[in-house]
């Protein structure tokens, strides 16, 4: 079975400072792993994900995220946080086909200026 | 870029009455649709899976004759809730992979919440 666990609730960063929000997986195959970041009543927006290759992602809105095999995590990072980078943030796994997401319960990010 | 379509965002509804709704994938084909309800402050629980032109797929512990998925074109997916219950209040997401395998990426609605007084 898939899992995912995002370890803290709420991660506070001032703003200007490098951001880093935690995500480990548990998969039995190759892992396929996401982020997806949530504003107020809005659906999941894409950040970026990892299939294979070069173990730093970088994605969308100057976000990345760095694939450890041997610590099994997938840290979403960001070098110089922006207050409008406060929302929930979400680390999703799979593992094969067209099978559904696992979500991890979310990480709430709040910037502080 | 891919955009799933999902209304209505917000609805209000009186308890014992039922509320569709609707998600539409808008400028390509939507094969499978996934349903989420989110709680306040908790993870997206998938609720189940539907496939265009076949019966939806239900996760444990969801009832089926309460939430009817009906997957009737490539491009619409919808979620009816049958005689709803204030415990039924939720945020409610519709989500589709686009292309295929493992490495689809998952294209999300806006999100309904869903009110039951």
């Known amino acids: 079975a898939q899992s995912v666990a995002q370890p803290e609730d709420q991660v506070n960063v001032a703003e200007g400072n490098p951001l880093t929000v935690k995500c480990t997986y548990s998969?039995?195959?190759?892992?396929?792993l996401f982020w997806y970041v949530q504003y107020p009543n809005r659906g999941l927006q894409f950040l970026l994900k990892?299939?294979?290759?070069?173990?730093l992602v970088k994605g969308s809105y100057g976000f990345e995220a760095e694939f450890n095999k041997s610590q099994t995590s997938f840290h979403l990072k960001k070098p110089s946080a922006l207050v409008s980078d406060s929302a929930l943030y979400f680390c999703a796994v799979r593992d094969s086909g067209n099978t559904p997401l696992v979500f991890g319960k979310g990480t709430r990010l709040s910037v502080i200026a | 870029g891919a955009v799933v379509s999902q209304h209505p965002s917000w609805v209000i509804c009186k308890s014992g009455t039922s509320v569709k709704i609707e998600c539409r994938s808008l400028?390509?084909?939507?094969?499978?649709m996934f349903w989420y309800r989110q709680f306040p402050k908790q993870s997206l629980m998938l609720m189940a899976t539907?496939?265009?032109?076949?019966?939806?797929?239900?996760e444990q512990g969801v009832e089926k004759d309460k939430f009817l998925i009906n997957h009737a074109s490539l491009t619409l997916s919808t979620l009816t809730v049958t005689s709803a219950h204030p415990e039924d209040s939720s945020f409610y997401i519709c989500?589709?992979?686009?292309?295929?395998?493992?490495?689809?990426?998952?294209?999300f609605g806006q999100g309904t919440r869903l009110t039951v007084v």
């Open positions: 989500s589709a992979p686009i292309g295929g395998g493992a490495i689809a990426e998952a294209f």
């Open positions: 400028d390509f084909q939507a094969t499978t």
């Open positions: 998969v039995s195959g190759n892992p396929y």
């Open positions: 539907s496939n265009e032109g076949s019966k939806a797929t239900y």
């Open positions: 990892y299939i294979t290759g070069d173990n």
